[in-house]
């Protein structure tokens, strides 16, 4: 996946290592970024006053499905709930063709146009949203 | 004296007449006439035009068909919002019946999801049910029910029975005695106006001090470019009008001075300002239990 520098999701150096077992990505070259400090991306501006853009996203897997590594990330508020779909299947290593759910508070699945901003505002507690992933429907 | 039962019933019927009208680019065998329909304002999109698919299929072939979309005056329409609302955003202010484009090719893969199925529609509304009973009960209710419960809201709102549907539903709406209200109110707020796709925040229905916080004082929290400035309202003596009667637009009695710039609109009427929050939610929400509200520009008549 192409780095975003932008994109907010502050993804680790492209090279994430090849050749490791499906269910487990090689923490290898993929590093962890530290969450809200590194909230701000280089070069954008914050206005003054405004809440940060970026929001603490925590990533749980549910069942068999793969864990990621890095599970803390921060994410602009404009990104969909797609977007990030799009991301963890990619970091995962999942065919395009697997599905991947998306659950707020073990309960339901937000549509995948829904901004994780809104999620945040609504469903975050401790400073973070906790999102549940899965290969298959977890909670219908 | 209507009952505020009667508020549930009117806003579950209600209709917007429909033209669709297949995009002249769209391959056709022979002239495809328009297709009236009137459209149940609280359902979807893709659960409800069967009738239009199978209409204008007849005249087309088979390899010019994929999958059905529709369009508003350019704007795509997102089955996923319900129809009531888009009608409220996009078309209120211009004359019935609303006119409907239908398009079988070039699915704009940016601005609308796909329906493969029914399910997919199912989904998204349960998924909907979900959210509003985190906010109102944080999901107790909804998990307390059976998975058949489940499935009765959806039979109910897909084949259009109201008593069905509010025999689950009822229970989503309650609240334990001690309480004066949910937890937190389920809405969302949209305006053409903005680059946001809706407002949706956490607002309780009750002050700290135990009052009931109005639809005004909502817009003034989440969204205050919504409402004219102070100085130009009166509050209506007669104060909250439960029954059918809030059903009549009041538009103008509203305001003493000033011109209004924008319309409220919750199921094409505009209710008043100072009706509580709680009894909108408990009312007039959808059957996904949100308020899906339209902040639109007054019409210049």
């Known amino acids: ?140 | 004296m209507t009952d505020d039962k009667d508020v549930l019933r009117d806003v579950w019927f209600g209709r917007i007449p429909t033209c669709f009208t297949l995009y002249q680019d769209e391959i056709t065998e022979r002239e495809a006439e328009p297709y009236y329909l009137l459209l149940p304002r609280v359902s979807y999109l893709t659960l409800v035009t069967d009738k239009v698919k199978k209409h204008f299929q007849k005249v087309m072939r088979q390899e010019d068909i994929s999958e059905m979309w529709f369009e508003y005056e350019g704007t795509p329409l997102k089955w996923h919002y319900p129809i009531g609302l888009l009608f409220d955003l996009l078309a209120s202010s211009s004359a019935l019946p609303w006119n409907i484009t239908v398009h079988f090719k070039s699915f704009p893969e940016k601005d609308l999801l796909h329906c493969p199925s029914k399910d997919a529609v199912e989904a998204h509304f349960m998924s909907c049910v979900k959210e509003a009973d985190a906010l109102k009960h944080k999901s107790q209710v909804i998990n307390e029910m059976q998975k058949k419960d489940h499935k009765q809201l959806w039979m109910g709102l897909q084949n259009d029975r109201f008593d069905q549907f509010w025999a689950i539903n009822r229970k989503l709406m309650e609240y334990p005695a001690e309480e004066n209200g949910f937890r937190y109110i389920p809405f969302k707020i949209y305006q053409t106006t903005t680059e946001r796709p809706f407002i949706q925040k956490l607002f309780r229905p009750l002050t700290a001090d135990g009052q009931l916080h109005t639809l005004g004082d909502l817009l003034k929290e989440v969204c205050p470019s919504a409402i004219a400035p102070e100085g130009d309202m009166i509050s209506n003596v007669k104060t909250f009008l439960f029954a059918t009667k809030m059903l009549i637009l009041h538009s103008k009695q509203h305001f003493l001075d000033g011109e209004k710039k924008n319309q409220v609109m919750i199921h094409g009427i505009e209710p008043m300002l100072e009706t509580p929050l709680q009894w909108l939610s408990e009312h007039l929400s959808y059957p996904d239990n949100f308020l899906h509200i339209s902040v639109v520009p007054q019409p210049t008549d």
């Open chain 1, 1 to 140: 996946m192409a780095e975003e520098p932008e994109s907010g999701l502050q993804l680790p150096p492209s090279t994430v290592a090849d050749g490791d077992g499906p269910t487990e990505v090689s923490p290898g070259t993929v590093t962890p970024e530290p969450p809200s400090s590194a909230a701000v991306s280089p070069g954008t501006e914050e206005p003054a006053g405004d809440s940060k853009k970026k929001i603490d996203i925590l990533l749980k897997a549910v069942g068999d499905t793969p864990i990621m590594k890095t599970k803390k990330w921060a994410v602009e508020r404009t990104r969909t709930i797609q977007g990030l779909i799009d991301f963890i299947k990619k970091f995962l290593k999942l065919v395009a063709s697997e599905q991947l759910f998306i659950y707020v508070n073990q309960s339901f699945a937000p549509s995948p146009d829904q901004e994780v901003g809104t999620l945040y505002e609504c469903f975050g507690s401790d400073g973070k949203l906790v999102l549940h992933y899965c290969k298959s429907q977890a909670w219908g």
